[in-house]
Each structure stands twice: as structure tokens, then as C-alpha cells.
């Protein structure tokens, strides 16, 4: 049993960050026709959802939101002890984007970064793994940036997952206290028997230099190997018999019940599933903001950025209780409990800026004297 | 088995259970109804039917996902 249990670390801060460019879910219809898509909309609830330009990246996204979120806390870049960059887009095959993150954002050598490849749970493994270096290191504070372009590995004509996708970044600022009622809560699991569920099979070690011819597959859709696979019913009997599973656990071990959680952020998979999710495990369905409707699956980065939606352009300034849930990917699936201020929870923004510099297009680029 | 129909019923209004053999053959259910059924019947009778157990001709009919219901509840 994974769970976790750290006190004197709150979460000081949430942001995020989307690109400006937003696709209407009703423009699929003349490719996949009307009544397939009508019938996703009610299903999975996105209708419309904001993407990336060809070279800007969830580090992109990213590196505005922790800009702002420093910005609004008035934490120095050199007092940033961690980056952690908990995604499964990164900028490069290698290095690690945090590294990216850390020189953009001016963070000093003594800091710890690095990757932790993960996707729809990166949110809430991401808080586990870096509550557990604060907790038996001597950093005060450290950023946590999640999040995915996942619609740049869709094959365009895939109708299991080319609407499904919102890109966006996401940071989380987490600090040490002196209080002891500063208390973060995890409880994780991981089933790798389902490792081929959800899979991008080519471009890795295994298989380099995937054929990127493509082929029709047995569901119906056309994609190479270097694009996202999913198995949805696969997806689908797994979130709904061990989500609810190992919700009822996390209120177990932490003893707590639904009524004393004030918002469940729960990862935006798709308004079917998180209905089921809620029937299941009894909790108050008004309590999951619901982002999919705008912003679409954004992978890791969905429950800040249904945390920001909710709560980032109120004027309260009010301690709430947060339950965070992530599921996903590999596969992989935890919950989290923390409290935050509304005030430390900053509305989203829109960008559409590129690391220019780090766009190397041509070898000898990386030549260059800077 | 009464029960059973109305569940179905909730989930594809247009379906005529009663008398429908070939569910998933004629393509009348699509892969999202067979997991909303999934999850009805984790709900009404505590069965869990995970992937590798899935096979499509229990979900042929109303009889055939009855009588899968009755082994699983063993």
C-alpha cells in the first residue's frame, strides 16, 4: 500500500497556462459526421478545447504560469530548491525539460531537477515525489509543472482521441511551514499489466525508428506508430472499478469522508467517467469543477486547471479543502489531499509565446557562442 | 431479469432487449453502451467484468449478459 502522510508542507500556489488557439469540437462533423459527434460531446462533455502551436510546449505553458505564480507570491527565483517537471511531453528526448524550466526561470545550480514521465496522474505522483524530497531534504520550497500536448501524438483522423485532447501547463509551488496542520496526503497505485492501453509504441528505444506509415487499425481508425494509441473500453473498466476503488481507500486511510472535502479536482478524463466516478464513491458531483466543456482532457495539468477555472478570478480569500484524483497512463492512479488559500489560486491564461532559443532546427545551432 | 431489461432499457431507450440476438454482431451496441452496462451492472449486482474477461457474445442479448451476471455472482 503507497500512501503517504507529510506534515509542515503546504501547497502555496496553483497556475496555469493554455494556448490561444481554440478548436469548436462541432468542426470535427464534416470529417467524422454529425451524429459521432454529437454523441462525444455528450459523452465526454469537450466541446471545445485550446492547442498548441506547432513548436510551443507544455514547458511553454509552463514556464508563464510558475512566471506568474512566483510573480504573485513574491518568491525569488534562488529561494526554488526543486523542479520537477512530471509530464509525458517533453521539450527533447534528453535532456530533461526541468533543466529547460530551471535556466528560463533564472532557478540557481543548487536546485534538484529533473523528469518523471508520467501522464493523466503526473498531478498527483508529481506531489507525492516532491513532498517526499522536501520532507527528508533541506528545500523550503519547489515547483511542480505538469501537464501535456497529447494532441501532437494524435493521428488527426483518430476518432477515439483527436477531439478528446485541451493542451495545457500547469505549476504547483510547494512550501515547508512550521505548522504541523500543513498536511499533504497521497495514496498511489500503479498497474503496469495495462502498459499497452494507452501507448505511443514507436520513437522510444525499443522501437527508434518506427515506421511511420499508417495503417488502419482494428477499432476503425488510422494511425502510425508514432501516434497515441488508446483502448478505450480498456480505459473505461479500469477508471470505473479501481478510480472509485481506490477513492473509498484514500478516505480510509486518511479518515475522512466526501462531505469534508470543499472541491474535488479530479483529472478531466472525460464527463462519463467522472459522473461514474462520483456515483461510485458518493461524493457530491456540484463539489468536481468540470472543465472538459472549454479546455478538454488536459492530461496532468486538468485538476489546476479546473482548480483556476473554479476559483482564479474569485475575490475570497478562504482556506479550502482539496481533494485531487489522477488516473491514467501506464497504468497509473492516485489521490492526494491538501488545503490552499483561493487567493494563491490564479485565474488561467492564454499564451501563446515559444522558447525561441531552444528551438533548434538546424545542428549547428547548437554551436553557436551565445 | 425484469430488472436487467429496465437497466438495459436506461441506457439504450431504442434497443428492443427482449427480443434482440445479435447486439454487438449487427453492430446495435457500440463500445461506450457495453461499458455503460458495465458499470450498471457493477452498481445493481456487484460484478466486476474486466477487459480480459469480456467476452462480446455475453453481451449479445439480454439473456446472454443475464446468464453471465448468474456466473460471476458464484
Known amino acids: 500500500m503507497a500512501f503517504f502522510k507529510y506534515n509542515n508542507i503546504k501547497v502555496a500556489g496553483v497556475a496555469c497556462a493554455v494556448p490561444k488557439n481554440i478548436i469548436l469540437t462541432e468542426t470535427y462533423k464534416s470529417l467524422f459526421g454529425d451524429e459521432e459527434v454529437e454523441k462525444f460531446m455528450e459523452m465526454t462533455g469537450v466541446r471545445s478545447s485550446h492547442r498548441t502551436l506547432e513548436h510551443q510546449t507544455c514547458s511553454d505553458l509552463g514556464f508563464r504560469a510558475a512566471s506568474e505564480l512566483l510573480a504573485h507570491k513574491g518568491v525569488k527565483p534562488e529561494e526554488i530548491g526543486a523542479v520537477i517537471f512530471s509530464s509525458h511531453s517533453p521539450d527533447y528526448r534528453r535532456p530533461a525539460t526541468a533543466f529547460v524550466l530551471q535556466y528560463r526561470l533564472g532557478i540557481p545550480k543548487e536546485?534538484?531537477?529533473?523528469?518523471?514521465?508520467?501522464?493523466?496522474?503526473?498531478?498527483?505522483?508529481?506531489?507525492?515525489?516532491?513532498?517526499?524530497?522536501?520532507?527528508?531534504?533541506?528545500?523550503?520550497?519547489?515547483?511542480?509543472?505538469?501537464?501535456?500536448?497529447?494532441?501532437?501524438?494524435?493521428?488527426?483522423?483518430?476518432?477515439?482521441?483527436?477531439?478528446?485532447?485541451?493542451?495545457?501547463?500547469?505549476?504547483?509551488?510547494?512550501?515547508?511551514?512550521?505548522?504541523?496542520?500543513?498536511?499533504?496526503?497521497?495514496l498511489v497505485r500503479s498497474d503496469g499489466s495495462g502498459y499497452r492501453y494507452m501507448i505511443v509504441p514507436g520513437g522510444g528505444y525499443r522501437n527508434l525508428h518506427a515506421s511511420e506509415d499508417v495503417v488502419m487499425c482494428e477499432d476503425g481508425n488510422p494511425r502510425t506508430l508514432m501516434n497515441s494509441f488508446i483502448q478505450g473500453t480498456s480505459v473505461f473498466t479500469f477508471t470505473i472499478f479501481d478510480v472509485p476503488h481506490l477513492i473509498k481507500d484514500f478516505f480510509t486511510q486518511t479518515e475522512t469522508t466526501p462531505d469534508q472535502y470543499d472541491c474535488f479536482a479530479f483529472h478531466q478524463a472525460n464527463l462519463y467517467i467522472l459522473k461514474q466516478i462520483a456515483k461510485k464513491t458518493k461524493i457530491d458531483f456540484d463539489r468536481m469543477p468540470i472543465t472538459l466543456d472549454r479546455y478538454g482532457n488536459t492530461s496532468g495539468a486538468s485538476a489546476i486547471v479546473s482548480l483556476c477555472d473554479k476559483y482564479g478570478n474569485s475575490n475570497e480569500n478562504k482556506t479550502i479543502k482539496v481533494m485531487a484524483c489522477g488516473f491514467g497512463i501506464g497504468i497509473s492512479l492516485g489521490a492526494t489531499s491538501f488545503e490552499i488559500n483561493t487567493a494563491d489560486i490564479l485565474p488561467i491564461f492564454e499564451d501563446d509565446t515559444i522558447f525561441e532559443d531552444g528551438l533548434i532546427t538546424d545542428p549547428n545551432q547548437l554551436y553557436e557562442k551565445k | 431479469m425484469e430488472k436487467l431489461l429496465e437497466i438495459l432499457k436506461g441506457i439504450r431507450p431504442d434497443v428492443d432487449f427482449a427480443n434482440e440476438t445479435a447486439l454487438i454482431d449487427d453492430g446495435i451496441l457500440d463500445s461506450f453502451d457495453v461499458v455503460s452496462i458495465i458499470s450498471e451492472l457493477d452498481d445493481e449486482y456487484d460484478v466486476q467484468i474486466r477487459i480480459n474477461e469480456l467476452d462480446p457474445e455475453n453481451f449479445n442479448s439480454a439473456e446472454a449478459i443475464w446468464k453471465m451476471v448468474q456466473e460471476l455472482k458464484k
Open chain 1, 111 to 186: 536546485a534538484v531537477c529533473y523528469d518523471i514521465s508520467l501522464g493523466c496522474s503526473s498531478l498527483v505522483v508529481g506531489m507525492q515525489t516532491v513532498a517526499s524530497i522536501m520532507n527528508t531534504g533541506d528545500i523550503q520550497k519547489a515547483l511542480l509543472f505538469v501537464g501535456d500536448t497529447a494532441g501532437k501524438s494524435v493521428y488527426p483522423e483518430d476518432r477515439s482521441s483527436a477531439m478528446l485532447f485541451g493542451e495545457a501547463g500547469a505549476v504547483m509551488l510547494l512550501e515547508k511551514t512550521d505548522d504541523p496542520k500543513d498536511e499533504i496526503n497521497a
